[in-house]
């Protein structure tokens, strides 16, 4: 297969990437800006795109990089550490429970990028750790524990058996 064109990437990519930016920003008009600047961004560096399969983890690389280049631009946001959550004392219900998507994107907003990032790339895209880790240079081991994190924090703060869930903390970066 030969080097796609960036209609064939906006074709194949645009729901994914959205889906991730509003994920990451946590509005739909700064992910639609994301998700432009992403495809304007790969136009510009298609050459540099040397195994068309590997076209998702090339553009999402892409997309988080002109988040975090966003982000460090713009330093409003509130990180709060992770270092109060515990292990959660009781037990979900064997069936799970319902979670208000806001509730979800209002935590995941919570999370410092370094946690965000692994956890929405793995649960919202079905990202495998070897790509995450690629992704955000990192090893395979951090980023098996940053989901941990991340997961153990999610689902203490919104759990419904954990009344005082909203004065947990998220974790911080490392």
Known sequence: MGTPSVRDLIDSHYESLFRYAVRLSGSAADAEDLTQETFGKALTRLPQLRDA???KPWLFRI????YLHRKRDDRRARVVPLDAVGEPTATLPADGFEIDPQELQAALAELDETFRTPLILFYFE???YRDIADQMELPIGTVMSRLARAKAYLRVKLSPLHPTANSQRPPEGE
């Not at 997309?63 to 002109?66: G, T």
């Open 53 to 55: 399969d590997r076209a």
């Open 63 to 66: 997309l988080r990089n002109e």
């Open 126 to 128: 079905d990202f495998i």
